[in-house]
């Protein structure tokens, strides 16, 4: 499985960015597909993830009521809305796809089977 994550850039606080997250190869094999960040000088973390076949989500509390996930399937795509950025939401943002319940995701940050190269996310103050 290979993923592709694109949209990450500069915004300033209070403001919204798309993350895409693109499946190619064997996806019929994962069961989920989601995203984790990692600030600079940090540990990587859990922000939200979405199975691929009933579509249930699971989200980080950082980013509850502020990220949402979605797919779209038929582009083996899976998005990343972010409202309300903070500061404090700056970091490198990593797709990334595993077989495990979503709700043992956040104790997987580094041993998940597939993951995209990450793209950067700066808030502004």
């Known amino acids: 499985v290979q993923l592709q994550a694109s949209g990450g850039g500069l915004v300033q606080a209070g403001g919204s960015l798309r993350l895409s997250c693109a499946a190619s190869?064997?996806?019929?094999?994962?069961?989920?597909i989601g995203w984790f960040s990692q600030a600079p000088g940090k540990e990587r973390e859990f922000v939200a993830g979405?199975?691929?076949?009933?579509?249930?989500?699971y989200y980080a509390d950082s980013v509850k009521g502020r990220f949402t996930i979605s797919r779209d399937n038929a582009k083996n795509t899976v998005y990343l809305q972010m409202n309300s950025l903070k500061p404090e939401d700056t970091a490198v943002y990593y797709c990334?796809?595993?077989?495990?319940?979503?709700?043992?995701?956040?104790?997987?940050?580094?041993?998940?089977?597939?993951w995209g190269k990450g793209t950067l996310v700066t808030v502004s103050s």
């Open positions: 979405i199975s691929r076949g009933i579509g249930s989500t």
């Open positions: 990334a796809a595993d077989n495990r319940p979503l709700r043992s995701w956040p104790q997987a940050a580094y041993g998940m089977d597939y």
């Open positions: 190869g064997r996806t019929f094999s994962i069961n989920a």
